[in-house]
């Protein structure tokens, strides 16, 4: 399933290349799809992978934090490298070593700025609508003081590549004939029903009521 050209010699995918995929859309499904996302760096102390909350505008994947946090200045100090996986299913095969996994993956490269003030608050109305459509009208916004001690990094996504891999086990011709049970065992990540905090007195909105059903 490859497809378009690797936008750059370090996006190129060479183990598994039948399974890479350049498309800007794909790139942009993928990212919608997370909550989270990891992020490779170094420092002093040497190599870093820290996961933390995401979400994409446009051509960007967007990332915040403490305007204190080592990782976020180290960011937009060097390049990085941005990753997110999502497993779909396990797939199992006649033999051991063809066991492999059914997923959908991106790698971004490159180096995050800060966006201004303006961009920032506008930024992070568009993170809540991205955990909860329709939160942000009904919360107190972030203040002054909360903005000041807050960072907002963008990475653009023009340098990346996807893996992704579905169907079944490819056997040897050899192995045809073992009898075990061979195929996918799907997986997937289910919604649970809200939990309404004791707290609470206020009447469940449409999104908090749809939370489970649009898993």
Same mark, same amino acid.
């Given at each position: ?16 290349? =039948? $399974?890479?995929? !350049? %498309?800007? *859309? ?8 997370? !909550? ?6 170094? @420092? ?13 505008e446009g051509d960007y994947l967007y990332i915040?934090?403490? $305007?204190?946090?080592?990782?976020? &200045? ?16 396990? +797939? ?10 059914? !997923?959908?993956?991106?790698?971004? !490269?490159?180096?995050?700025? /800060? ?10 109305? *568009? ?13 107190? =916004?972030? $203040?002054a003081k909360e903005h000041a001690a807050t ?11 996807? &893996? ?10 050899? @192995? /045809? ?17 809200? +939990? ?6 206020? %009447?469940?909105? *449409? ?9």
């Amino acid at each position: 399933m490859k497809t378009s050209h690797p936008p750059s010699d370090r996006t190129r995918v060479r183990r598994g290349a =039948g $399974n890479a995929v !350049y %498309e800007p *859309a794909l790139v942009r499904a993928i990212v919608d799809a997370a !909550y989270l996302c990891h992020i490779a760096f170094s @420092d002093a102390h040497g190599a870093h992978c820290i996961p933390t909350a995401c979400w994409r505008e446009g051509d960007y994947l967007y990332i915040h934090g403490s $305007n204190g946090s080592r990782m976020l &200045k180290q960011l937009m100090a060097q390049d990085a490298c941005v990753t997110i996986t999502h497993l779909d299913g396990l +797939v199992l095969a006649r033999s051991a070593f063809n066991h492999t996994m059914n !997923y959908r993956s991106v790698m971004i !490269y490159g180096r995050f700025e /800060m966006v201004d003030e303006a961009e920032q608050r506008r930024s992070l109305d *568009a993170f809540m609508e991205h955990l909860a459509p329709g939160r942000n009208a009904e919360v107190r =916004g972030g $203040n002054a003081k909360e903005h000041a001690a807050t960072t907002v990094l963008r990475i653009a996504l023009a340098e990346a590549a996807c &893996k992704v891999r579905s169907g079944g086990p490819l056997d040897d011709e050899e @192995d /045809m004939g073992i009898a075990a049970w061979v195929g996918e065992l799907p997986f997937t990540h289910q919604r649970g029903a809200p +939990v309404t905090d004791p707290a609470c007195a206020v %009447e469940a909105p *449409a999104y908090v009521q749809q939370w489970a059903s649009k898993g």
